[in-house]
């Protein structure tokens, strides 16, 4: 059974790196990994999303190992507005036959 | 970039009453909505997926009568709650993709129901 893993929670303070790793042992060969950001009472937002090896955009990178049974979404330099629940998704297959395998959020909270 | 808009924000309705909620895709053609719902502190569950023109597949335990969702145009879909119970009380989330599959998934805003 396909499952994304990932910690209930984190803390870090402003200006630190904070890694944020999803396992999804059971990924496929077609499978791709996205990651979503999301405050309270709103919808979430995307921020990445990869297939393998390091993706890097604005706001976020995106590490996938070779064997692509985990990813690690890393934020570089947070700040307080970066408190969030962090959300891990695997989506499995193509056009109309797919599937959407969520994590369970990672709440994290920034410090000053 | 692309933008999902859900209506309404919020709204409060009495128990055996229907609510409507409306999610419109602004500058993308949306071939396939998601419906979710999400309790305090819990990650999203998938209620039904919706394929422009088709009727929606809905996920295992969620009542298809209860629910209705409607995808009559690439633009939009909505979710009827019918007789509505204090119990369907909750945030729920519409998302959209469009034809190019690797834009990802975009949310709407989300509606929260209570119902009294």
């Known amino acids: 059974l396909a499952k994304t893993t990932q910690p209930i929670s984190m803390d870090s303070y402003e200006g630190q790196e904070v890694n944020i790793t999803c396992s999804h042992n059971n990924i496929a060969t077609n499978d791709y990994i996205t990651w979503y950001q999301q405050f309270p009472s709103q919808g979430p937002r995307f921020i990445i999303q990869?297939?393998?090896?390091?993706v890097t955009n604005e706001v976020a990178s995106l590490f996938i190992p070779a064997d692509r049974k985990s990813s690690t979404l890393s934020l570089p330099r947070v700040s307080l507005s970066d408190t969030a629940v962090y959300y891990c998704l695997v989506v499995r297959g193509w056009d109309s036959n797919y599937q959407l395998i969520w994590g369970a959020g990672t709440k994290l909270i920034i410090k000053p | 970039g692309a933008v999902v808009s859900q209506h309404p924000s919020w709204v409060i309705c009495k128990s055996g009453t229907s609510v409507k909620i409306e999610c419109r895709s602004l500058d993308f053609q949306a071939t396939t909505m998601f419906w979710y719902r999400q309790f305090p502190k819990q990650s999203l569950m998938l209620m039904a997926t919706s394929n422009e023109g088709s009727k929606a597949t809905y996920e295992q335990g969620v009542e298809k009568d209860k629910f209705l969702i409607n995808h009559a145009s690439l633009t939009l879909s909505t979710l009827t709650v019918t007789s509505a119970h204090p119990e369907d009380s909750s945030f729920y989330i519409c998302?959209?993709?469009?034809?190019?599959?690797?834009?990802?998934?975009?949310f709407g805003s989300g509606t929260r129901l209570t119902v009294v």
């Open positions: 998302s959209a993709r469009g034809r190019r599959v690797r834009m990802g998934y975009t």
């Open positions: 990869g297939y393998k090896t390091k």
